[in-house]
């Protein structure tokens, strides 16, 4: 089995992906070899990725990943199109990650950082709690309420918000406050269910070692048989690799 951690990756980019590999550092500190599939970076000949996994027998010489010289590395593969292909290859009654068993048994916490729309269709069958980082201001919120109203439509599954703060004056917490208090009003309001929600210090390791441990508890896990869940509401392939921080 695999354990699964959900992130929903957001257009702008930004400081928060900062916050990601980061947290995947503390993540491996805890003992969890990580391996990151990245929904938001395209496969290609010259940066080979999932697509180029998923289309040979993970039999076969030179496919599996096994990077066990590497452990010490943050491996990140570019997954956007193999990961819009799993849905289509799995099993009815499964997890369409159960597939990835053959490839990344060896690594002990499997980051899947895709657009809302892409993690959806994935976690049908599998019980987990997304992360959502939330950006700064009302277009912050906004983009939040909409990766949660996706995921709540897809899975049913409940997300947990972290808010990022830049900078330790009050004014700034307040504010990160009231809009987490806002998006909280809103998906009870109109998803039907509470949102967890946490903020998070990025200058501070610590409040990303109690990320990491929360992110844990929650997590999912891959296995090779169908996923029960409860009811619903609210290495032959090149990687490249994160710098380390």
């Known amino acids: 089995e695999l354990r699964l951690l959900p992130v929903v ?4 980019g930004g400081p928060w992906l900062e916050m990601l590999w980061q947290l995947c550092w503390h993540l491996q500190r ?3 070899p990580v391996v990151v599939l990245d929904g938001t970076a395209q496969e290609s000949a010259s940066s080979p990725g999932l697509i180029h996994l998923l289309q040979r027998a993970p039999w076969n010489d030179g496919v599996d990943l096994n990077m066990g010289a590497m452990a010490s590395s943050l491996a990140v593969i570019p997954a ?3 990961l819009q292909l799993l849905p289509r290859q799995g099993r009815p009654g499964a997890s369409p990650l159960a597939s990835l068993l053959p490839y990344f048994r060896t690594y002990g916490l499997l980051v899947l950082h895709a657009p809302a729309a892409t993690l959806g269709p994935l976690l049908q069958h599998t019980a987990t709690t997304p992360l959502v980082v939330m950006g700064t201001g009302a277009a912050g919120v906004m983009t939040s309420y909409k990766s949660l109203k996706q995921i709540a439509l897809d899975t049913g599954l409940p997300c947990m918000v972290a808010a990022l703060l830049h900078g330790s004056g009050a004014a700034e917490r307040r504010k990160t406050q009231h809009a987490l208090h806002t998006l909280q009003d809103c998906a009870e309001r109109h998803l039907g269910g509470p949102v967890r929600t946490t903020t998070i210090a990025t200058q501070n390791p610590q409040d990303l070692q109690r990320l990491a441990l929360q992110l844990l508890e929650n997590a999912g896990t891959i296995t090779d048989s169908p ?5 619903r509401n609210l290495t032959g392939t090149p990687a490249y690799f994160a710098p380390r921080h």
């Open 80 to 82: 956007a199109q193999g």
């Open 9 to 12: 990756s957001q257009p702008e």
């Open 30 to 32: 805890l003992g969890y």
């Open 227 to 231: 996923s029960v869940l409860p009811s």
